[in-house]
Structure formats: structure tokens, C-alpha cells
């Protein structure tokens, strides 16, 4: 089974300032990973995944995220906060068995990003 | 190319009756996932089809059922609604639904019952 736990449901910075979500997850085999972004009344964009490639994942908007194995953790980083970065993120798991979960993400509750000018 | 395509974006329905939202794939996917978001629950996987046929489905009661057609459009339906259906309805769209090619989410369908 899987599941995601995101820890701070609210985390606030000012612009400028290191961006920093955290994201464990428990899976029993080796799983994908997701981060996803949610402006106010829109879809969920894909900021970046791992997919059992290099550990330290690059994805759009200057985001960034390392997978460690041994923390179960996919914490997803910014070195510098920009006002537009303000949303609602989710990180999302799946298993890597080619076939098993067929189309399904288990997500996290999701971190409000406050931005602060 | 264009994204995933949901319809209506807004729906204001009654309790006890059904509703049916439509999700268009990105242009040669062929799989549909659906999920369910609300502020209580959070993201909750519904169901995934591919070519025409369901593969997963996710712990929803039976008043929830999907379809899809051969051009990979998908519907959903709910029916009797209850308050609680309340919330974002989102679909995804991916090639053939196996998780290294991703999904692709649309802008959802936000329903409401009164």
C-alpha cells in the first residue's frame, strides 16, 4: 500500500526566502514520486517526478526535489521564493510495478505556500 | 497541443438528482483517471479507463460510474446526488496509464449540491 504524508499544511515565507515542502511516503515497493501545484480554481500542474532516475530531480519554475530512499522523503525545494509561487502543492506516490496501479496517485493533503512580499 | 478538456467547468445541482461531467484526453491518450477532491477528504482516486474498459477503481459507492468512448472521451456519472458529492471533480489524461509517462490533470468540474 501507499500513502503520502505532507508535513505543514500551511507554510509561509517572504520572497525571496528558501522554499522548503516536505513529503514522506510509505510505500512496500520501490515507488514514483510526484509533486504537483495547484492554483486557486484550477487543475493540478506537474512540477517534477521521480521516476528511478537521478535522485535530485530539476522540474519547472526553479523547483527541485532529492529522493532519499533511506528517509522516505521527496521534500521539494526553491532556493528563492517568488509572489507567484503562492499555491496549494501535493506530493503523490505511486508504485513502479509496470501495470499494477494503472492510472491511480495517492496524494498528500496538500501545503498552502503563502508568499510574503 | 491542447490539454485536457473538462466541461462544464461549474454545475449547480439538487440532491437526489444525477450528473454527468465529460472529460476530453489529451489528443492520443488513451487512458482516464478520475479523482474526487474536497477539503475534507483530499485527493481520492475514483476510477481509470482505458479503451473503453475500467481498470481501477477506487473505494466510491456505486452511485458513482464512469464510461468511456472509443475517442477516449470520458464521462462520469453521479447519481442521487448527496450533499457530500460536493467538490472539485478532476480528470487525467495519460498515454496508456502506466505511471513513468505521467498525468496530465484539467481544470476540473466544480460541482456543488444545495
Known amino acids: 500500500a501507499q500513502s503520502v504524508t505532507q508535513l505543514g499544511s500551511h507554510v509561509s515565507v517572504s520572497e525571496g526566502a528558501l522554499v522548503l515542502l516536505r513529503c514522506n511516503y510509505s510505500s512496500s515497493v520501490p515507488p514514483y514520486l510526484f509533486w504537483y501545484v495547484q492554483y486557486p480554481n484550477q487543475g493540478l500542474q506537474l512540477l517534477l517526478k521521480?521516476?528511478?532516475?537521478?535522485?535530485l530531480v530539476k522540474g519547472i519554475n526553479g523547483f527541485e526535489a532529492e529522493f532519499k530512499k533511506s528517509e522516505t522523503s521527496f521534500h521539494l525545494t526553491k532556493p528563492s521564493a517568488h509572489m507567484s509561487d503562492a499555491a496549494e502543492y501535493f506530493c503523490a506516490v505511486s508504485d513502479n510495478r509496470r501495470g499494477s496501479t494503472l492510472g491511480r496517485l495517492y496524494f498528500g493533503r496538500g501545503t498552502q505556500l503563502t508568499v510574503w512580499p | 497541443k491542447a490539454g485536457v478538456t473538462q466541461t462544464p467547468r461549474y454545475l449547480i445541482k439538487t440532491r437526489g438528482q444525477q450528473v454527468t461531467l465529460s472529460c476530453s484526453p489529451i489528443?492520443?491518450?488513451?487512458?482516464v483517471s478520475w479523482y474526487q477532491q474536497t477539503p475534507g477528504q483530499g485527493l481520492q482516486f475514483l476510477f481509470e479507463y482505458f479503451s473503453e474498459t475500467q481498470r481501477n477503481k477506487g473505494n466510491f459507492p456505486g452511485r458513482f460510474s464512469g464510461r468511456q468512448f472509443s475517442n477516449s472521451r470520458s464521462e462520469m456519472n453521479v447519481s442521487t446526488l448527496e450533499l457530500g458529492d460536493s467538490a472539485l471533480y478532476l480528470c487525467a489524461s495519460s498515454l496508456d496509464g502506466q505511471v513513468p509517462y505521467g498525468y496530465t490533470f484539467g481544470s476540473g468540474t466544480r460541482l456543488t449540491v444545495v
Open positions: 521521480y521516476t528511478s532516475a537521478a535522485t
Open positions: 489528443s492520443g491518450h488513451r487512458s
